[in-house]
């Protein structure tokens, strides 16, 4: 399979940002909540204020205990949504389990919700008149495109853990004249699908060796956003030596979805700023 190199994509985005900041003369910040010590969390934050710097967008981490109260952190966001110095705000997740997640994603200002999880955003979005198009399926979409291939009329696949992300995934897909559908880790594993019959598959469930080549069409797109670490090693969910001889394109896990990821925050970043001064 043809490797989709995520940084390159990644890469041209951050540059294409890093310009319009400069030419606009925009000041943009992103604010960052931190709760505890999960090393990945940590890694992913530390990746996001490096891309940060390099495109010119101002980057606060706030770092809170493992044990934070829920009113603490919903203290910070607001100090974070009355602070003109920020544009942006994510809440970085996992949160530790006494903290209600979706509570603390819609205390943040709808026009600050870079990740786009907010109630009203979403709404918007699957509206088709969204603020923030959504970061994952976002960066999903930089990768098919980059393949070159004409999407309209493709059938897609896509393998996930959440109800929200699948139709996420489906409506994105669906304005680039996709037809997908999706289903549930288990949906695979008792080979209730049969992935033969798509163009397209797209998989974020965070289960190694989930999808093996000879479960493929050939000549078939395939994005794998799942990630898992195990050991030393970061795995996706496509067991890498059973597709890379087939003919189709792949997205690698690491290297792949990721860096595309943090290019479409920090490119709703600069939205939010450049909507802020409007």
């Known amino acids: 399979m043809e490797i989709l190199n995520g940084k390159k994509i990644a890469d041209r985005i951050l540059e294409d940002l890093r310009n319009k900041i400069l030419q606009e003369n925009l000041n943009p910040g992103l604010g960052v909540v931190l709760v505890g010590s999960d090393e990945a969390s940590r890694i992913y934050v530390s990746l996001k204020g490096k891309a940060a710097e390099k495109v010119g967008i101002g980057f606060r981490k706030i770092e809170m205990d493992e044990k934070s109260s829920e009113s603490e952190v919903l203290a910070e966001i607001s100090k974070l949504n009355a602070d003109p110095e920020i544009s942006g705000i994510i809440v970085q997740l996992p949160l530790p389990s006494q903290l209600d997640k979706i509570r603390i994603i819609q205390a943040i200002d709808p026009e600050k919700d870079v990740d786009g999880f907010h109630e009203e955003n979403i709404g918007l979005f699957f509206a088709g008149r969204e603020r923030f198009f959504p970061v994952f399926p976002g960066a999903i979409l930089e990768l098919l495109e980059s393949v070159g291939e004409k999407l309209e009329n493709k059938e897609a696949a896509i393998i996930c853990n959440s109800q929200e992300f699948g ?6 897909l669906g304005r680039e004249g996709v037809a997908a559908r999706y289903f549930f880790r288990d949906d695979i594993q008792d080979n209730l699908v049969d992935l033969k019959d798509f163009d397209i598959v797209i998989t ?45 394109h792949l997205s690698p896990v690491p290297g792949g979805v990721g860096p595309v990821t943090i290019a479409c925050l920090l490119r709703n970043v600069y939205l939010a700023a450049k909507n802020a001064r409007i």
């Open 204 to 248: 974020a469930c965070g289960a190694p060796g989930l999808v093996r080549g000879e479960m493929l069409r050939g000549g078939a797109i395939v994005i794998d956003g799942g990630i898992t670490k195990l050991e030393n090693k970061v795995l996706g969910d496509v067991d890498f030596d059973s597709v890379k001889d087939l003919p189709g």
């Open 167 to 172: 139709k996420a995934m489906r409506s994105a």
